[in-house]
C-alpha cells in the first residue's frame, strides 16, 4: 500500500542510499555501500563553485570487507562529491573501523572511532544501511549451507538462527519462527 496522497508540494531534494552484499572467492563478503544527495535546483558553493541541479552534493562510497562472523576486516571509503574540498581527506580514518562486529552497540562504536571532526556524518550515516545489508547478504547464505549440511549429517545439533528476536517479525512466538525455525519457538500454541 502507498503513502497516502500528499498535499501540494515542490520536490527540493533526493537522497539515496544503495548497498550490495558480495560473497568473495576467498571466503569474506564486501559490502558496499553508496549515499548521493542531489538538489533540484543550483546554487553557489565557495569551495566547488556553482553546483547545477541534479549535480551531487555528497557523493561518497564505503566497503567493508567482514568475515562470517561480522567482523570487519578491512575498510575503504571514498568521496567523490562534498561540499567542501577538505572532505575526502578523512576517508583514510574510516580504517579505524577494522576489527569492529556489525551488531548491537555499533553506531557507539563508529562515533567513538570517528565521530566528529574525526569523521564524515554521511559515511558514518552511511554504515547503518551497510550493516543491514550484511546481515541481509550473509545470514541467508550461511543459514541455507548449515540446512544443507545438517540434511547431509543429521547428528549435528541445529544451529542457533541469530534472527530470532531481532524484530517483531523474527520474534520467537511468532508464526515466521514456527514456521521456519520451529524448534526454537516459544509460543504456547
Not at 572532505?87 to 577494522?98: G, S
Not at 545489508?133 to 541445529?158: C, Y
Not at 530470532?164 to 521456519?180: E, L, Q, Y
Request: negative net charge; hydrophobic residues 35%; contains cysteine.
Amino acid at each position: 500500500m502507498p503513502l497516502s496522497r500528499p498535499a501540494e508540494r515542490e520536490h527540493i531534494h533526493t537522497r539515496t542510499v544503495t548497498c550490495q552484499g558480495f560473497r568473495r572467492k576467498d571466503g569474506l563478503w564486501d559490502i558496499e555501500g553508496h549515499i548521493s544527495d542531489v538538489k533540484t535546483y543550483g546554487f553557489s558553493n565557495h569551495d566547488r563553485g556553482e553546483i547545477p541541479a541534479g549535480e551531487p552534493v555528497h557523493g561518497m562510497w564505503i566497503r567493508v570487507t567482514i568475515g562470517d562472523d561480522l567482523v570487519i576486516r578491512e575498510v575503504e571509503a571514498v568521496t567523490d562529491f562534498a561540499p567542501f574540498s577538505a572532505c575526502d581527506a578523512i576517508a583514510p580514518n574510516y580504517e579505524k573501523l577494522v576489527g569492529l562486529k556489525l551488531g548491537p552497540g555499533l553506531r557507539k562504536q563508529i562515533r567513538d572511532r570517528v565521530g566528529g571532526v574525526h569523521g564524515c556524518t554521511h559515511l558514518n550515516e552511511l554504515m547503518g544501511p551497510v550493516a543491514t545489508t550484511a546481515f541481509q547478504t550473509v545470514f541467508p547464505i550461511l543459514a541455507k549451507e548449515s540446512l544443507q549440511a545438517r540434511d547431509e549429517n543429521d547428528d549435528k545439533p541445529p544451529r542457533r538462527n541469530p534472527l530470532i528476536n531481532t524484530c517483531h517479525g523474527w520474534r520467537s512466538d511468532g508464526p515466521a519462527v514456527k514456521r521456519i525455525s520451529p524448534e526454537l519457538y516459544t509460543g504456547d500454541d
